[in-house]
């Protein structure tokens, strides 16, 4: 009998202690690989596109404005970040006004406060200032195209000025990533020097890398959101570029995470237990076009192009990683609206060509063989050109290194007026970034975004009115239109939204993945 | 033997001359920008003056280069573009690290290749001979990027002895040749990275021994009395010029790193950061990689040069 009861006595502490272990804080070191080539820079905004800032950027840094990236069943959105509030100020719409944090510390020990915030404007955009860092002027500008200027109005408040007034600024801000100014004059701002000890205000403090090789974060377990305080004991960042390299390193158990496993890796990555995760997100695979000479000038033309995808066949080819393109956005952004959706129709497409006049319609795409965000480029651009092709276009291919793509991009149509179209992946982050920045005249590249000089006066009257509506509720409304007019007027091909697919050990637990280009890794375990 | 030294050295000082004038000139002539590594893909053309200012790409190429010239000749290569590291320090730890693999590649491949070919050289037309030969060409023709692939899926994913990727584990600072944790990221891109000289070595060690066994001097050796061990001591120390000349080629192949085996096995050498630095447009570090490799490669043939005049007293150097 006693024996019994001893025995029943120790199956209950065994079952305590394992309940015990259950409810405890959970731990262990979570090892990702990244798509990147390197090692993101640790100097504030990093590189390496948005890998750079997922796991590097917006694990050491913070900025005035965050994304709420605790809900994966509705697009992310901005949240209070280092600032608590931000109004647009009553008497000038050309002035926001951000209420900041209190009690925040860097993780060198030292206060948050208003005059950091300056800064850092001036480290990232005043080439005078002795802490002006070009990388970071480089990096962050593109978000800041209507900033104007910064100023302290006390210790808690500061006022953004803008140069237009532009509702959409708290969105731009959120990009903007603040560093130590304390750390940076201990360094006597060599950035080499502090790139080997940064210090931001972020959920993981930096621990040490090995050039090229490994970057390992630990929990900063002071940081402010103590919600968001890591549940790992540890953060490794590991670059495996090579695709094949990256499944091998998670089926081998060298990794927890990676990310972007090639579509023809899931089955392998499935049956060997590890989960896939995806959710569409801000991303879009498709064409811009020349709005200046050749073909695309005709909607008809664009609209034909539209119609003539059997955009199922290209998901797939991806085994299903992707999720079919019918407007800029996916449907499950709030903006999305209802426009108009071309589905496949070839008849369609075939007839609109002959009305335009176009057949057989010639056009040059300037495509690349690999890049950020841009999938599978080959194969998927064999696929479109030969379902154009099959309606009545003759499509050249015209594939360049990422690096001259980018180029051709940046500098626009005007000085490549003979392609007719790039494929250039787009993120749509925010509203700006999702819409505005392809349509707007004032992103005419090389000014901006816009590469082939579209212009519509209808559009440009509604962009003028979404960047001077300062009511959430109704610059809603207005998105939905320009959303709804630039598929009327078929400003783009439209092809797939990625899926972000990404393979996680089962030992991982606890990730949420966010409708984001950003995620947040702080809620993740691993088990031993 | 001093003066020949010294003439092979100066001798060597136009050569680096002529290289950094074309490894300066020829990063200019792909398409891209510089500063893509640190430019966003839509990053405006404002934007991009005022970071070229920064960095010195808004001056004449001419001048730029004058500039670079006068840095490198003392030894400053300047910052990496991309990871504001100075060239030097990342050139020297790229180099480091495929030297690693070059030192434990090289014997492997020189003693395996060699040995090959001595036994296919001194039994040709027998199966042996047909045996070796067949494996060299196996070894040379096998894409190494593929066999590390399948290396990589037996010993990494099958097995799981052998990591997959890196260059060290979790938590480790530095690599460490003789603790077994980091010794063992050594493992697969060695043996892929020694493939290819060893079918490179067996066939030429192969046809060398065979053309020397076929000489006069093999015949009055043998019409003397000498055993066959002592002929083909004699048949090895004469073919050796010819192997070691293709061992210097090869060696010099290895030190110049991989870009394929790297970037396979995610190793930090020479050939990942020249793949990287290519993707980048990563100037500074394309031309600072570019004329170390080079350098390299004139001395590797220098020392090659000096050893075969020391190991054949027929090769007479003025």
């Known amino acids: 009998m006693n024996q019994r009861w001893a025995r029943t006595a120790m199956l209950m502490a065994g079952a305590a202690v394992l309940m015990g272990a259950g409810t405890a804080r959970a731990s262990g070191t979570l090892t990702v690989g990244m798509t990147a080539g390197d090692l993101p820079i640790t100097t504030g905004n990093p590189d390496q596109g948005a890998e750079g800032l997922r796991f590097v950027g917006y694990s050491l840094y913070d900025s005035l404005v965050l994304w709420d990236l605790s809900n994966g069943d509705k697009p992310a959105d901005i949240k209070p970040g280092l600032a608590t509030a931000w109004h647009i100020d009553e008497g000038d719409d050309k002035r926001w006004i951000f209420t900041l944090r209190q009690g925040v510390k860097w993780h060198d020990g030292c206060p948050f406060t208003a005059d950091d915030v300056m800064w850092n404007m001036r480290y990232t955009g005043d080439e005078k200032a002795p802490e002006f860092n070009p990388a970071q002027f480089a990096q962050t500008r593109i978000y800041l195209g209507t900033y104007a200027g910064v100023e302290k109005i006390d210790d808690q408040t500061v006022a953004f000025k803008t140069k237009v007034p532009d509702s959409l600024f708290p969105y731009e801000i959120s990009f903007v990533l603040l560093i130590s100014p304390c750390r940076a004059k201990e360094v006597k701002y060599n950035w080499t020097e502090y790139a080997l000890h940064p210090s931001g205000t972020g959920p993981y403090k930096f621990d040490k890398a090995v050039a090229h090789q490994r970057m390992e974060f630990v929990p900063n377990t002071e940081y402010w959101d103590e919600a968001r305080v890591p549940k790992q004991d540890r953060l490794v960042l590991v670059p495996v570029p090579e695709a094949s390299t990256r499944t091998a390193a998670l089926l081998s158990g060298q990794v927890d995470w990676i990310e972007a496993p090639s579509p023809d890796a899931i089955g392998r990555l499935k049956s060997a237990g590890m989960q896939i995760v995806t959710r569409v997100y801000p991303h879009n695979w498709s064409y811009q076009l020349n709005f200046v000479k050749g073909p695309f000038t005709d909607r008809r033309v664009r609209r034909a192009a539209n119609y003539a995808l059997n955009r199922g066949e290209v998901t797939e080819m991806l085994n299903g990683l992707a999720l079919e393109e019918y407007g800029t956005v996916p449907p499950s952004t709030p903006y999305y609206g209802h426009p108009i959706e071309y589905k496949y129709d070839p008849d369609q497409a075939k007839a609109l060509l002959k009305e335009a006049g176009c057949v057989p319609c010639k056009v040059k795409i300037a495509i690349s063989t690999s890049g950020s965000g841009q999938m599978q480029p080959l194969p998927m651009n064999e696929l479109v050109k030969s379902q154009l092709d099959a309606v009545g276009f003759e499509v050249t291919l015209d594939a360049m290194d990422w690096n001259a793509l980018l180029q051709l991009t940046r500098e626009g149509v005007d000085k490549h007026p003979d392609f007719d179209a790039i494929n250039v992946s787009r993120s749509l982050q925010d509203p700006f970034n999702a819409l505005i920045r392809h349509v707007w005249t004032g992103t005419w590249a090389p000014k901006g975004s816009n590469w082939g000089h579209f212009s519509n006066p209808e559009i440009e009257k509604t962009i003028a009115a979404t960047l001077g509506e300062f009511n959430a509720q109704k610059r809603l409304v207005l998105l939905t239109k320009l959303h709804e007019q630039m598929n009327e007027e078929a400003v783009m091909i439209f092809v797939v939204h990625d899926i972000n697919p990404r393979a996680l050990s089962p030992k991982v637990h606890g990730f949420v993945q966010a409708q984001s280009w950003f995620q947040d890794l702080t809620p993740v375990s691993v088990s031993p | ?318």
């Open chain 2, 1 to 318: 033997m001093i003066f020949y030294i010294l003439r092979r050295i100066l001798y060597a000082i136009p050569i680096a001359f002529g290289v950094s004038v074309v490894c300066f000139s020829l990063v200019y002539i792909a398409p891209g920008d510089p500063l893509q590594t640190v430019m966003p893909p839509d990053a405006t053309a404002e934007t991009i003056a005022i970071v070229k200012h920064a960095y010195g790409f808004d001056k004449p190429l001419p001048m730029q280069f004058v500039i670079w010239l006068g840095r490198v000749v003392t030894g400053d290569f300047g910052l990496s573009i991309a990871t504001r590291r100075p060239v030097f320090l990342e050139v020297t730890d790229a180099l480091a690290n495929t030297a690693l693999l070059a030192l434990f590649a090289a014997p492997i491949a020189f003693f395996t290749g060699y040995a090959m070919g001595v036994i296919a050289g001194c039994f040709p037309g027998r199966w042996v001979d047909r045996l070796v030969t067949g494996a060299a060409v196996m070894g040379v023709s096998l894409p190494n990027y593929w066999l590390g692939i399948v290396l990589v899926i037996i010993f990494a994913v099958q097995f799981m002895l052998l990591p997959a990727t890196g260059m060290g584990p979790n938590g480790s600072t530095g690599f460490r040749i003789f603790e077994w944790s980091s010794a063992r990221f050594l493992v697969l891109p060695v043996i892929t990275l020694a493939m290819i000289p060893i079918g490179i070595l067996a066939r030429t060690t192969r046809a060398a021994v065979a053309e020397v066994r076929n000489q006069d001097f093999v015949q009055t050796l043998r019409a003397k009395g000498l055993s066959e061990w002592a002929v083909t001591r004699h048949v090895l120390k004469n073919s050796l010029p010819q192997v070691m000349a293709v061992m210097g080629l090869q060696f010099g192949y290895l030190i110049g790193g991989s870009i394929l085996v790297e970037t396979v096995f995610t190793w930090p050498g020479s050939g990942f950061l020249l793949s990287k630095a290519i993707i980048n447009r990563d100037v500074p570090v394309l031309q600072g990689t570019i004329l170390t490799l080079s350098l390299v490669f004139v001395a590797t043939n220098l020392v090659v040069d000096l050893l075969q005049s020391l190991i054949d007293p027929r090769i007479r150097r003025g």
